[in-house]
């Protein structure tokens, strides 16, 4: 934005499975804040390993579950957006990688936002560019490096 003002983000979080150990509607809020340039609308909706197949399968061919899809509907200021981020996938990843839960979420959603804002990761070049903002970000939330 140009004139300096905070981008508006319009918000709205789901859970289709329990909400308990997940992060909260304010944590996924600054998550998402502190990663836009522009204004957006976003749903984030923290799925089950059943949903989570079924959206990866129908939408990308995979047929696994993955932690995070982006799911873009306008391209442009404002952007529009869902975020599905499947929880049993993203706690069996930070239990891999070591690292804590909610830190894990604050990245995948940081990736996502990115995602719905045009960032993408097909090539090195904009791998690094892609990889170099969430880390700044994920600093600037008080997170460590999510590569390291």
Same mark, same amino acid.
């Given at each position: ?7 508006? @983000? ?6 289709? $499975? ?11 809020? %600054?998550?998402?804040?502190?990663? @836009? ?17 079924? @959206?990866? #399968? ?11 899809? !982006?799911?873009?509907? #306008?391209? %442009? ?12 996938? $993203?706690?069996? &990843?930070? #239990? ?8 894990? =979420?604050?990245?995948? !959603?940081?990736?996502? $936002? ?7 990761? &097909? ?8 990889? #170099? ?9 008080? =997170? ?5």
């Amino acid at each position: 934005m140009s004139d300096g003002a905070r981008p508006r @983000l319009n918000l709205a979080v789901q859970y289709a $499975v329990s909400a308990t150990g997940k992060p909260s509607r304010v944590q996924f809020r %600054k998550w998402a804040q502190a990663t @836009l340039e522009h204004d957006a609308r976003i749903t984030i909706r923290v799925t089950g390993q059943a949903e989570g197949l079924a @959206l990866n #399968r129908n939408f990308r061919a995979k047929n696994y579950a993955t932690n995070v899809l !982006t799911f873009i509907f #306008r391209d %442009k200021a404002p952007f529009e957006g869902d975020l599905a981020l499947c929880a049993p996938v $993203v706690a069996r &990843e930070a #239990r891999a990688q070591i690292k804590s839960l909610a830190s894990h =979420y604050a990245h995948l !959603t940081v990736h996502g $936002v990115l995602h719905l804002q045009g960032y993408d990761h &097909e090539n090195a070049r904009d791998a690094a560019e892609m990889e #170099r903002l969430e880390t700044r970000i994920m600093a600037k939330l008080g =997170y460590a490096d999510p590569y390291q």
